[in-house]
């Protein structure tokens, strides 16, 4: 996509230029925060112009939701200047279903009115299919952002993503078609066992065909086919008045458990910069909330 990454310290990151400003944020995603070396990344991030580099650490879950979340460093010469980020990169909560058991005791642990709304889906014609029409999948995404306020990638993003992903033998597409019109698409990514579901969109024709819920279960079959242990459905919330608990409790119904990650946190490399990106950053999804 034509965006810089750099090694440093045990980890990586990639460099993000800020508007109007000569200067840049680094990002590391996936990174322990125990196996950092602090000094050599603030010494590469700053020859780069980086005044923060932010570490997500999604990697590591809190089994107890009530679990302090904050993982810092405890020494060192940066210790003093890592804080904790105004705003996580990725959902704080997410839901894990374990793989392993039998088909047969997974489609048992479904909760009631799962089990019902995937029989209902097949009853009514609704039929899974692996495609590579990413066309599908970029329409119906679009369709969803409009419907749900939500801002998206543009579509050469999805497009690249989903190529060499899929070159790699790692990235499956998932049509959830009625009467051969497509209503559900999903991107699925298979990594060292574990199944992925990172990009979903629909349609709001023929809601009640729960077209989803037979997706998410041939997903599960799907998964266990490829070997995965672990199904991670990318995001959910700990609150029901939450906007995204209706998605939440769909996930919830498949016999997953909802677990916390732990904090995002900032390396900071240049205070008054800095200071001022969060200023701003904090206006936008001011008015962005504003207008949604």
Not at 193 to 217: D, F, I
Request: contains cysteine; aromatic residues 14%; glycine residues 4%.
């Amino acid at each position: 996509m034509g965006t810089p990454a750099y090694s440093a310290g045990g980890m990586q990151f990639t460099l993000h230029k800020l508007p109007l400003l000569p200067y840049f944020i680094a990002y590391a995603p996936k990174v322990s925060p125990d196996k950092i070396n602090y000094d050599e990344v603030t010494k590469v991030a700053k020859a780069k112009n980086a005044v923060a580099v932010r570490f997500d650490v999604p990697n590591v879950v809190l089994v107890d939701p009530t679990a302090n979340s904050r993982v810092l460093p405890d020494s060192g010469s940066t210790r003093n200047n890592v804080v904790p980020a105004p705003k996580d990169t990725f959902a704080k909560y997410n839901i894990l279903l374990d793989l392993t058991p039998t088909e047969e005791t997974l489609f048992a642990n479904l909760k009631s009115k799962t089990r019902y709304n995937i029989k209902l889906a097949q009853k009514s014609g609704v039929v899974v299919k692996e495609s590579n029409d990413i066309d599908i999948f970029l329409k119906l995404n679009k369709e969803t952002a409009k419907r749900q306020g939500f801002f998206v990638h543009s579509d050469i993003y999805y497009k690249t993503m989903y190529q060499m992903l899929k070159d790699a033998g790692l990235a499956h597409l998932f049509i959830a078609y009625c009467n051969n019109e497509p209503l559900v698409a999903w991107i699925l990514v298979c990594y060292q066992n574990v199944l992925y579901y990172p990009y979903g969109a629909s349609s709001e024709k023929h809601k009640e065909v729960m077209a989803s819920n037979l997706l998410m279960w041939e997903a599960i079959k799907f998964g266990k086919a490829q070997n995965c242990k672990l199904f991670d459905m990318w995001g959910a919330t700990n609150n029901e008045k939450d906007p995204w608990w209706g998605f939440t409790r769909f996930k919830l119904g498949y016999g997953g458990e909802l677990v916390k990650y732990v904090d995002s946190y900032d390396l900071v490399l240049n205070k008054p910069v800095y200071y001022l990106f969060n200023l701003a950053y904090k206006v936008f999804w001011f008015v962005v909330k504003l207008f949604k």
